[in-house]
């Protein structure tokens, strides 16, 4: 008997080290492609506010959104199980092809649980791939369906951009990076970014507290700017202030346009912060395009900072390029990351 336990046990143990440890495949896919599986019926019922939730629009001056919805019938969800971003919608009390794939993915107790909380819904990173993001979305009613995106609209979307964002700054590492030259900048001055293997240092000024990175086409520039706090300060005054004196006198040929500019309150890594988007243009040449910029306070230095980059990419979608300057500067902090 205790021979059997102790097989057992080890039989568990094995299994469970062996599913922990097991390698899934990467999932499939575009980043900005989010797979909706569901009934022809939830699908319209569901789609202006999936719509409203992950197609968000950006300028760069043409219109792009951060996700675009593809619709999938449930007959079919098997082609797409292992795509990056996938969410399944359905009603338990309304006959749907859907439902049996619920059934086998998810115990009755926890079906039911999303169903009858209206807040809930459920969520899981890497349940069929690697870098997987999958949701589901069930509801009593049309009505029940429409207010749970509704409500969890923000959650929503985090939930899905984390995991995004996650995979972006993976890929823009994964060549490599400049880390003697993140080096230097750490013991100049006391900060990091991780720098991607292509950037190249445009111009290096301790007198202006300005450092300038950039490279080729795609054309992408990141800038870092920073200041002595004043007594008191707004920081998104502030932080617009920095952006003019960047783009405009330290970059003196490019400066940034009224049209689409626009700002909200986010956190860049543990610092209350404003993001400012919109787009710049060049003052002798045809050239524009995004840009995007964080201004933060600092207070273990007690300095005010602006983290900025625009891209040129003509004839090109440009939020992938944005969205891999946003990834960039989101690793800049005041220690030295450890790096595989």
Known sequence: MLLNRIAISLLAIFIITGCATRRQQPAEGSDYEIIVVADESNWEIARPYLEETFEKVIYTPQVETFYQLRWVQPEDFEKFRLHKNLILISQLEVSSLLTPVLKTMLPDTTLNGIRNA???????????ADGQTLMIILGKSDGDLQARIRLN???????????????????????????????????????????????????NAPDRQFVWLGRDFPFRWIVVHWMDAPESFELQAIGEELIKKVYGTLIPDVWITEKYFSNQETWLNSHSAVEFRGLWEHKTEIKGGPFIAYTFYAPEQDIVFVLTGIVWAPDREKLPYIRQIEMMVKTFGFARPELD
Request: proline letters at 0%.
């Open 118 to 128: 209206s807040r809930r819904f459920y969520s899981r990173r890497n349940a069929y």
């Open 153 to 203: 609209r923000q959650d929503l979307f985090d939930m899905m951009d984390q995991q995004t964002q996650k995979r972006l700054t993976q890929f823009i590492y994964r060549i490599g990076e400049q880390t003697e030259l993140a080096d230097d900048y750490f013991h100049q001055y006391g900060w990091y970014l991780r720098i991607m293997h292509d950037y190249v240092e445009i111009r």
